[in-house]
């Protein structure tokens, strides 16, 4: 009976040495995306910040793939670049804002690629990760609100919002404080932040810059005061120099999506679809 077991077992596994690739299951898209992921392990750790495992960045990043059949029909080269691009700033892509992974057709190639956007949490992340910023926020400034600001050897900002009949919007600004004492603000009219949005945003006639208008400009601020804070190469929580070089690169030239509005992007015009 023993004998025969084992002789069973060994027809089974020179059976599954011998099968042609044509009478294997293929793996599924998701299979597919786990294997590369499973292989991917030792690159994301290498590049990973401290404060986040390559097994969880995978898990995350797999399990938002997974939940995105677009994500599926992406090129694979595009889509680990972008898992690696979230891994290299340690930040976790999904709902939670930190960074999206976005599928977009490329029209060029006909191909779906995947992009890899910093979201608004992801960059107040970063920022805070430098360990040298406390705070730092951004507001609206409305027509009948206390407001007075200036620039010089000893900037001031005096902001003292009104509760009822606020009026239209008239500025935005982003403030911090620096845990060495120091404070930085920057302040931009609304006319500065039409013309800023008309200049720099892909689509100014559909999306959040039309339905969350005062979101946006707050975080156009928070990007712009980010660009002048003293936050240095070696305090941005990566493992290497060079990857903080990136890193401090992506601070001042990134890409942002706001929380609620994840777009589809036409690879060619590089303009939102709606």
């Known amino acids: 009976m023993t004998t025969s077991k084992a002789e069973q077992l060994k027809n089974q596994i020179a059976q599954t040495a011998t099968q042609t690739p044509a009478q294997q299951k293929p793996l599924t898209p998701s299979q597919q995306v786990g294997a590369y992921l499973e292989k991917m392990m030792p690159a994301i750790q290498a590049v990973l910040p401290k404060h986040v495992t390559a097994d969880r960045m995978s898990r995350i990043?797999?399990?938002?793939?997974?939940?995105?059949?677009?994500?599926?029909?992406?090129?694979?080269?595009?889509?680990?670049?972008?898992?690696?691009?979230?891994?290299?700033?340690?930040?976790?892509?999904?709902?939670?804002?930190?960074?999206?992974?976005?599928?977009?057709?490329?029209?060029?190639?006909n191909t779906t690629e995947c992009q890899f956007l910093i979201g608004y949490?992801?960059?107040?992340?970063?920022?805070?990760?430098?360990?040298?910023?406390?705070?730092?926020?951004?507001?609206?400034?409305?027509?009948?609100?206390?407001?007075?600001?200036?620039?010089?050897?000893?900037d001031k900002l005096i902001h003292k919002p009104t509760?009822?009949?606020?009026?239209?919007?008239?500025?935005?600004?982003?403030?911090c404080k620096l845990k060495d004492g120091g404070s930085s603000f920057i302040v931009m009219s609304h006319q500065e932040m039409l013309q800023y949005r008309d200049k720099y945003a892909k689509s100014k006639n559909f999306g959040?810059?039309?339905?969350?208008?005062?979101?946006m400009a707050k975080k156009t601020t928070l990007r712009q005061l980010i660009k002048y804070l003293p936050i240095s190469v070696e305090f941005l929580g990566v493992n290497d120099e060079a990857s903080g070089i990136e890193v401090h690169r992506e601070l001042e030239n990134s890409q942002m999506v706001d929380g609620g509005f994840i777009p589809t992007i036409d690879g060619e015009t590089g303009e939102l679809v709606k």
């Open 61 to 109: 990043a797999l399990n938002v793939i997974r939940t995105n059949p677009k994500l599926l029909e992406c090129d694979i080269n595009s889509l680990m670049g972008s898992v690696m691009e979230s891994a290299k700033l340690g930040l976790e892509p999904g709902l939670m804002g930190q960074a999206y992974l976005i599928p977009f057709k490329n029209n060029k190639t």
């Open 208 to 215: 959040p810059w039309v339905s969350e208008f005062e979101a």
């Open 163 to 175: 509760l009822t009949d606020k009026g239209a919007p008239i500025a935005y600004y982003a403030v």
């Open 121 to 154: 949490k992801g960059l107040i992340d970063l920022v805070r990760r430098s360990g040298q910023v406390s705070t730092i926020e951004a507001r609206v400034v409305y027509e009948n609100d206390v407001f007075e600001f200036e620039y010089g050897l000893d």
